[in-house]
């Protein structure tokens, strides 16, 4: 559901031409234990998504593994008021092996202490697979390096909780909450590490929201409900 919201988002900033073109920081670090793979949002060559700003996607191959499709959404696609990050993945494996992916972007705005943050999606028969989610929050600006298939989180990163591992084969899934006070600005972090036992395909949506205080909550309503009559406006003239 999180991840027809972020898609649905996308769509819209791109319909009402309101996606903002200044430098984000949004950056997809991928590792296999030999090899590294880092892709900034808007760069040519790893992101498909050129010129929309806050949405990152890459399909790449690392090693064994060929990153199918990987798709994260940041600010701005999601609002200054609801600070958060999604990151939908699907990948297969030639063989056994392990994956680590990690979505990062700072720059954000404390709203409050509570976290909440989710992870959903299927593993693969044959894989043997296991699926394993952490969340961090960290100082601005993001201090991760990607070398030698080794992804080392800096700053001084808060772990927000971890989910699984989940294991077996078809759909796996959990929610989790945590409490930190973040620094201002701050770096949310999503990392999901994969191992697969032999070749296959596993996929998920992987969510991680700074939860809205009441007040910031029906402030939020408020402007998506105006987005939303601005869209049947423009649709209605066209």
């Not at 600010?75 to 990690?102: E, R, Y």
């Not at 699984?164 to 006070?181: D, I, R, V």
Request: proline share 5%.
């Amino acid at each position: 559901m999180k991840f027809r919201i972020g898609i649905l988002a996308i769509a819209l900033m791109a319909y009402l031409g309101i996606a903002n073109n200044a430098h984000a920081a949004l950056t997809l670090y991928l590792a296999d234990g030999t090899n590294s793979i880092t892709c900034v949002d808007n760069t040519v060559g790893c992101d498909t998504l050129i010129g929309l700003t806050g949405a990152l996607q890459n399909t790449s191959t690392l090693g064994i593994w060929s990153i199918v499709n990987n798709l994260g959404v940041s600010k701005p696609i999601f609002p200054a008021t609801l600070p958060q990050m999604d990151d939908s993945f699907s990948v297969t494996s030639s063989g056994a092996g392990t994956i680590t992916i990690v979505l990062a972007d700072d720059g954000f705005t404390p709203n409050g202490s509570a976290f909440n943050f989710s992870i959903g999606g299927t593993i693969g028969p044959g894989t043997g697979g296991t699926v394993t989610s952490s969340y961090f929050i960290s100082t601005s600006p993001q201090s991760i390096s990607n070398s030698g298939g080794v992804i080392t989180i800096g700053g001084s990163p808060q772990t927000l909780g971890t989910l699984g591992p989940f294991s077996g084969t078809g759909s796996y899934g959990a929610n989790g909450s945590g409490t930190k006070t973040p620094s201002n600005p701050y770096t949310l972090i999503e990392k999901v590490v994969i191992t697969h036992t032999a070749a296959g395909l596993t996929s998920g949506d992987s969510n991680v929201v700074n939860t809205p205080e009441p007040t910031s909550l029906a402030l939020l309503g408020s402007s998506l409900l105006g987005i939303a009559t601005l869209l049947r406006k423009k649709l209605h003239r066209t």
